[in-house]
């Protein structure tokens, strides 16, 4: 049986990063549903060393799950089982209308939209003491975000608070803003000007990665991604919080750096390789109108506003679908839904392309003629395509719900 189960529903690209991870380590695992674990994935002999929950929607997962199936991660934890929680997952952990209550703090929300644009490295003040801390990192580290939640603290809880924020890294960006490039003193004339306050010093002292028991089970939560790929610090801790749960020594080695775009075609599937061809045309595009640009070999950029992140999604999970030698299962599956597949993703790809070149126009006539395209209109092409931001929706959320399933099913027998 597998050592870990991933949550898989609702993991879009994130949970891509976290089994890459388990891959090049040799650690064994399995992708889980909600429906599995609603079913008893987490009891009798299936029962795992550790259940790593990844990154993306927290409200959508707990819906996954249901009711069975939060009582029965509770009842796993409960019973001495161990709990992982990143971003997404750290939030489906949390107290509150959609939590499991693993841990008795809940989410705290945002007053300014902006300051929950956060993405890349932060030094990070650790609590070195901790056994939950590899001793190689010392009281310090650095770690990344990608748009990360925050913690809404209780007193006297049983919390250990094992990481919080100091200043960011070279590679920290506010919305699609390189902190970096920016002058000295930039933000502080800005808030003085106009009275926009980007600065990101609010997070300073904030709680960004906790632990806690439940029960018999110890919950660790983190809003860092410490699967990302190539990241020492992060990797390094990781691996340590694995060892612990596994009983012996992994991680010594970053996760390999993930160049999406370089990944080979095993599956040569002519509905899949249009997909990413597709894709690629749809970055191009936004890549030559200064609408999205390659962040890093896994993770693009976006103009504020564009659905980059949804597009990253798309990509990653078709290459990486591509990536695989099919099963009898999968082999099923895309049988049926493929030739769905391949309408949306030919209305995704017409859509998104106008959608993307209304865009530029809209930003090039602005200040000449800033009714010329109606942002109404740019609203509903977007709602159409990806829904509205906090909630998926469109032909996207369609796409990638059969891309979700169909890398289920290569990974998995069923």
Not at 9 to 16: M, P, Q, R, Y
Not at 66 to 76: H, L, Q
Not at 350 to 362: I, P, V, W
Not at 383 to 389: D, I, T, V, W
């Amino acid at each position: 049986m597998s050592s870990i189960h991933i949550y898989w529903d609702e993991s879009h690209f994130w949970g891509l990063l976290l089994r890459r991870a388990l891959e090049a380590w040799g650690v064994p695992h399995r992708l889980v549903r909600g429906t599995e674990i609603a079913q008893g994935a987490l009891a009798g002999k299936s029962r795992p060393q550790a259940l790593v929950v990844p990154g993306g929607r927290a409200r959508g997962k707990a819906d996954r799950l249901g009711p069975e199936g939060m009582n029965a991660v509770r009842e796993y934890v409960r019973s001495g089982g161990t709990y992982i929680g990143f971003c997404g997952g750290t939030g489906l952990a949390l107290t509150g209308t959609h939590g499991l209550g693993l841990s008795p703090w809940s989410r705290r929300g945002y007053r300014n939209r902006l300051h929950h644009f956060l993405s890349g490295h932060v030094q990070v003040d650790l609590a070195a003491s901790s056994d939950l801390v590899p001793d190689e990192l010392g009281d310090s580290a650095l770690i990344p975000v990608w748009w990360p939640g925050r913690f809404a603290q209780a007193d006297n809880d049983g919390v250990e608070v094992l990481a919080r924020y100091n200043t960011p890294g070279p590679d920290f960006w506010v919305a699609d803003l390189n902190l970096r490039t920016l002058p000295k003193g930039t933000m502080a004339d800005w808030e003085a000007l106009y009275g926009i306050h980007i600065n990101p010093d609010f997070l300073t002292g904030l709680p960004c990665v906790t632990g806690n028991s439940y029960g018999k089970g110890r919950v660790f939560l983190s809003y860092a991604h410490l699967e990302t790929p190539a990241s020492r610090d992060a990797n390094r801790w990781l691996g340590h919080i694995l060892s612990r749960v596994l009983g012996t020594e992994i991680g010594h080695e970053p996760v390999p750096a993930w160049v999406v775009a370089s990944r080979p075609v095993r599956w040569q599937d002519p509905v899949l390789m249009a997909a990413r061809k597709s894709l690629e045309d749809i970055i191009e595009t936004g890549r030559n109108h200064f609408l999205l640009f390659w962040r890093n070999s896994w993770l693009l950029g976006w103009r504020r506003g564009i659905p980059g992140a949804g597009i990253n999604s798309l990509y990653s999970l078709v290459c990486e679908s591509l990536a695989r030698l099919p099963n009898d299962s999968a082999l099923e599956y895309w049988e049926r839904t493929g030739p769905k597949f391949r309408v949306l993703m030919e209305l995704l790809g017409s859509g998104l392309t106008g959608y993307l070149l209304a865009e530029r126009l809209a930003m090039t006539v602005f200040h000449s003629s800033p009714e010329a395209v109606s942002p109404q209109a740019l609203r509903e092409q977007r709602r159409a395509l990806f829904g509205l931001p906090p909630e998926p929706g469109g032909i996207h959320a369609d796409l990638v719900s059969m891309l979700e399933e169909l890398y289920w099913r290569l990974c998995t027998t069923v």
